[in-house]
Structures are given as structure tokens and as C-alpha cells.
């Protein structure tokens, strides 16, 4: 039985034992991934030392991507033969190095889930939410559905927030509204309480993945239920902003100017950043003007939208007059400010002052320090290859660990560069570092190999993508059709390929100009 066949073993097989958290911060926003990481690496934290824990680590994931091919008994007895002790931290780390590659995720916690061949290692919560977390990305929620079963076998306590959290949210990402509703009122189960905070979980996971009537709905049929606060129709308000409905929001913003509670900072932010995203920048600015006059002070948030809304107009000057403006209110400036300013900069070439901008968060540190998007923005400005070594030798510098986003951004120049050996060397480093490769670094170099001719090995990378259960984009499916064309008819040098071939790459390329279009709108 080949190992493509494994989601069907495997959801007939047992599972055991842990998970990590996401609470609602002030600001309304979810965890981030970093945060999340975090947290369960603050979990069991091995005296061993990361290095040894990182090496055993890609040791098991060596073996899965040698045996990926051979049946699930192979596989079970190699992992029995790699003579590796498991611990919680390892178990994770795998994990980590398969978010984008769910079925040796799942087969080694499978194994792992068994406790067999003399194991006194059984999972914890941290690890059953990463592979929650790890299937429900790629929407395979039988065995989410498995694995939570399991949990609840297993003993109390294994549920915790952090794994309400990670199902609602994968299913309102999948918009699985009813299931998402549904698990809200499951928590009894699991001996966690229907309480207010677990609602407003629920709400923020719906708007965020645009179902935000159903969250409105949910809303108002609830008020009675809970003590509906400023927060939770802050979240509504949001919701309504991230879908860019400004006729929404507004209505919505009248509604809770005429309750009984009373706007707070995080609802004018709110109405002003979808102001900005609607176009409405002068509107934005005077209700800006007007909280600093009314003395509800905008926080560094507020001033960022403002700032990023300025600047998306060309009105850089004006920006950089906010920017030095919060200092004498005493509004601290924190990383996403200084990006505001760097990406839109970087975009018109002044470089001199983009320099003299991260020589400033440099020296100011803690929340100004330059992260992975400041950096970003660097490389995304670079002309040649040569560019790109010293901006990512002074990001490791100052201890700015690369991401996923920033592997896919290189993935992307090298190809445009036709530098296929950085581009390899560049995927290999993002494998090895568990950060992907994920659904877009495959589109990458399969459009990429397109461009430079390279159709064989456009069509593996596209063929090891759908084989790993990522959903190609239509226009990838359009170029693959292009290729097989070209493939079967190449001794064909007659002009009707051709012309197939320059109408479907005219049809590519207006389809991202088009989405160009609609990014700078």
C-alpha cells in the first residue's frame, strides 16, 4: 500500500495526549503564529539544549521524506529502528518541520500517539494542538475530528482554550460556519465554560475569515445570554472593516454611538482604518484630528493607519510630519510604524532615507527593532542577487529569525533573476527549517520554471504539490495545461502550440495584472 493511501489507514487508527493557547489580547487581535510558538516552547523545555533537540529532529525528518513512498508498516518500523528518545519538545519540533505536509505529520504522531515498543512517552497538549492545528491548515478534519476524540479518551485537561481556539478558527477558515457554532457549544464536553470570552473567540474567528453577518446575527441573538461590552462590538465593527464595507461599518458604528456603551479607543481605530481602506483618507484624518482634540488620545495603532493611509496616497511628507508629531504627544512609535514608512519609501527609491530609518530602530531596539517584514521590504527594493547577502546577514544580526513570508519572497527574486541555484539552495534552507516549503513557494517555482522553459520540472513541483493535498491557484492549473500541451505536441513545431501558448500566457498575465489592480485599489 502506497503512502498516498495513508488518510485512509490512518483514520482508522488511535491517537493520544497534548495542546498550546491563544487568549483575545487587548487589541482584538488572535495570537500570533510566533506567540503560539512560544508558548509551547516554554512547555517541557529539554536541559538537552535546542541543538541536540533540532538534530534529532531533522533525523525523524529525513527518515519521513525517505520512506514517504513505502507503506505505513515501513514506515512504523523505521521510525521503531531510529532508536530516538521522544520527548515533548521533539515531538513538536517534527511537527513544526511538517505544517505545510500533513501526512507524515500525522503518521509520526500516530506512531508516536501508540506508546508501543517500551515508550513511557505519551503526547501532551502542546503536541495534540500542533497537529490540530497542522490538519485543520489543510482542511482534513476527519482526522481532526479523530484526534479530538482521542483527547477527550484520553483524561481531563488535555482540552484546554488554546485548542477551542485552533478548531474554531480552522473551521471559520474553511467557512464552516455551522461547525464552527456548533464546537462553541461543545466546550461543555470538554469542561470549559460557555462563557463570554469563549463568544467573543467565536466572533473573531468568523469576521476574520469574512462570515461577519453570521457573526452579527450570532451577536444580536446572544445579548441576552452575555453582557455584550465595547469589545465585542469592537469585533463586529472590525469584521464589517476587514471585509471593506464601509456602508456596514458606518451602520454598525451608529449603532454603538447610540448604545449604551461608550466608544473606546479601539472603536474610533477601528472606523478609521476602514475609512482609510475605503478611500475616505480626509474623512480619516479629521476624526483623527478629533479624538487628539476631544483628549482621547490615539494610540500607536491609530497613528500607524494613519500614517500607512498617507503614505498609500503619496502623501509621504504629511506621514512623516505624523511620525515626528508622535513624539511630542508621547505616543511611542513601535516596529510597524517605521514599516509604514520603510515599504512605501523603498517603493520610490529613497534609500538614503530608508537607511537612516533602520539605523534609528536599530539603536532604539525592544518595539522599534526591525523584524521579518522590515526586511522584507529591503529585499523586495534589491535589483540583482548580489543584493540580497548583506540584508539578510544584517537581519540575522540583529537577531530577526526568517519566516516563511521572507523564504517565499527570496524563492520568488531568484526565479525572477533566473538564478535557479539560489532559488534550490533557498528551498532546501526552508525545508530543512520547518518553515515550508507551503502552497506558495510550490506556485512560485512552478510559474517560475515556466518562465525560464524549465517545463518537466515545473510539472514535478506541481505534481509533488497536489500529491501532498495543497490546492494549486486556477491559474496554475491553466499554466499546467499549457505545459502538458506543449510536452505532447514538442516535435510539433507547427504555430498552433504557439499560439495556444501565447494565449494562455497573455491570459495569466492579465489575470495578475488585474489583481494588481485590485491590491492598488
Same mark, same amino acid.
Given at each position: 500500500?502506497?503512502?498516498?493511501?495513508?488518510?485512509?489507514?490512518?483514520?482508522?487508527?488511535?491517537?493520544?495526549?497534548?495542546?498550546? $493557547?491563544?487568549?483575545?489580547p487587548q487589541n482584538y487581535q488572535f495570537t500570533t503564529r510566533r506567540r503560539f510558538n512560544q508558548e509551547c516552547d516554554n512547555v517541557n523545555t529539554s536541559s538537552s539544549g535546542h541543538s541536540f533537540i533540532d538534530n534529532q529532529a531533522i533525523k525523524i525528518q529525513t527518515l519521513l521524506k525517505t520512506n514517504?513512498?513505502?507503506?505505513?508498516?515501513?514506515?512504523?518500523?523505521?521510525?521503531?529502528?531510529?532508536?530516538?528518545? $521522544?520527548?515533548?519538545?521533539?515531538?513538536?519540533?517534527?511537527?513544526?518541520?511538517?505544517?505545510?505536509?500533513?501526512?507524515?505529520?500525522?503518521?509520526? #504522531?500516530i506512531w508516536v500517539s501508540r506508546g508501543e515498543e517500551g515508550r513511557d512517552y505519551l503526547p501532551g497538549t502542546c503536541a495534540y494542538n500542533e497537529i490540530l492545528d497542522v490538519l485543520g491548515k489543510m482542511k482534513r478534519f476527519d482526522e481532526v475530528h479523530q484526534v479530538l476524540d482521542?483527547?477527550?479518551?484520553?483524561?481531563?485537561?488535555? #482540552?484546554?482554550?488554546?485548542?477551542?481556539?485552533?478548531?474554531?478558527n480552522r473551521y471559520a477558515a474553511a467557512h464552516r460556519v455551522d461547525e464552527a457554532t456548533e464546537f462553541f457549544y461543545r466546550r461543555e464536553q470538554f469542561c470549559l465554560r460557555l462563557d463570554l470570552i469563549a463568544f467573543q473567540t467565536l466572533l473573531l474567528a468568523l469576521c476574520r475569515y469574512k462570515h461577519v453577518e453570521a457573526a452579527e446575527f450570532l451577536f444580536h441573538s446572544k445579548q441576552k445570554e452575555f453582557r455584550m461590552d465595547i469589545k465585542t462590538r469592537n469585533i463586529i465593527l472590525n469584521g464589517w472593516c476587514v471585509l471593506g464595507s464601509l456602508r456596514?461599518?458606518?451602520?454598525?458604528?451608529?449603532?454603538?454611538?447610540?448604545?449604551?456603551?461608550?466608544?473606546?479607543?479601539f472603536t474610533y481605530g477601528i472606523f478609521i482604518n476602514s475609512l482609510s481602506k475605503a478611500g475616505k483618507l480626509s474623512t480619516a484624518v479629521k476624526l483623527f484630528r478629533a479624538m487628539w482634540e476631544k483628549g482621547c488620545d490615539p494610540d500607536v495603532a491609530i497613528c500607524n493607519c494613519?500614517?500607512?493611509?498617507? @503614505? #498609500?496616497?503619496?502623501?509621504?511628507?504629511?506621514?512623516?510630519?505624523?511620525?515626528?508629531?508622535?513624539?511630542?504627544?508621547?505616543?511611542?512609535?513601535?516596529?510597524?510604524?517605521?514599516?509604514?514608512?520603510?515599504?512605501?519609501? @523603498?517603493?520610490?527609491?529613497?534609500?538614503?532615507?530608508?537607511?537612516?530609518?533602520?539605523?534609528?530602530?536599530?539603536?532604539?531596539?525592544g518595539i522599534c527593532s526591525p523584524n521579518a517584514?522590515?526586511?522584507?521590504?529591503?529585499?523586495?527594493?534589491?535589483?540583482?542577487?548580489?543584493?540580497?547577502?548583506?540584508?539578510l546577514e544584517r537581519m540575522e544580526r540583529n537577531g530577526c529569525k526568517m519566516t516563511s513570508d521572507v523564504f517565499n519572497l527570496l524563492l520568488r527574486l531568484f526565479m525572477e533573476w533566473g538564478n535557479e541555484e539560489r532559488a534550490k539552495s533557498t528551498w532546501d534552507e526552508m525545508e530543512r527549517s520547518g518553515l515550508g516549503p507551503d502552497q506558495r513557494s510550490y506556485t512560485i517555482m512552478v510559474h517560475g520554471l515556466f518562465d525560464n522553459g524549465k $517545463?518537466?520540472?515545473?510539472?514535478?513541483?506541481?505534481?509533488?504539490?497536489?500529491?501532498?493535498? $495543497?490546492?494549486?491557484e486556477p491559474r496554475t492549473k491553466l499554466l499546467v495545461n499549457a505545459i502538458h500541451i506543449k510536452l505532447q505536441d514538442r516535435k510539433n513545431e507547427s504555430g498552433d502550440v504557439g499560439d495556444v501558448m501565447n494565449k494562455i500566457s497573455s491570459l495569466i498575465a492579465s489575470r495578475k495584472d488585474r489583481k494588481k489592480n485590485r491590491k492598488a485599489r
Open positions: 500500500m502506497q503512502f498516498r493511501t495513508l488518510s485512509f489507514i490512518l483514520s482508522r487508527s488511535r491517537i493520544t495526549k497534548h495542546t498550546p $493557547l491563544i487568549l483575545i514517504q513512498n513505502q507503506n505505513v508498516y515501513e514506515i512504523e518500523r523505521a521510525l521503531n529502528h531510529s532508536q530516538i528518545s $521522544l520527548s515533548e519538545d521533539l515531538v513538536l519540533n517534527v511537527l513544526k518541520r511538517h505544517r505545510s505536509d500533513w501526512k507524515p505529520a500525522y503518521a509520526f #504522531f482521542e483527547m477527550s479518551e484520553r483524561k481531563k485537561g488535555l #482540552f484546554n482554550e488554546i485548542t477551542y481556539r485552533i478548531v474554531v456596514e461599518a458606518k451602520r454598525f458604528w451608529n449603532d454603538i454611538i447610540t448604545s449604551k456603551c461608550k466608544p473606546d479607543k494613519i500614517i500607512d493611509g498617507l @503614505c #498609500f496616497k503619496k502623501r509621504i511628507p504629511e506621514a512623516i510630519a505624523i511620525f515626528e508629531e508622535m513624539n511630542d504627544r508621547d505616543c511611542l512609535r513601535d516596529v510597524a510604524t517605521y514599516n509604514s514608512l520603510i515599504k512605501h519609501i @523603498c517603493k520610490i527609491g529613497r534609500m538614503e532615507k530608508v537607511s537612516e530609518l533602520l539605523d534609528d530602530m536599530e539603536q532604539k531596539g517584514r522590515t526586511y522584507g521590504y529591503l529585499l523586495s527594493s534589491t535589483k540583482k542577487p548580489e543584493d540580497v547577502q548583506p540584508i $517545463l518537466k520540472s515545473a510539472l514535478q513541483y506541481f505534481n509533488e504539490m497536489t500529491l501532498k493535498g $495543497l490546492v494549486p
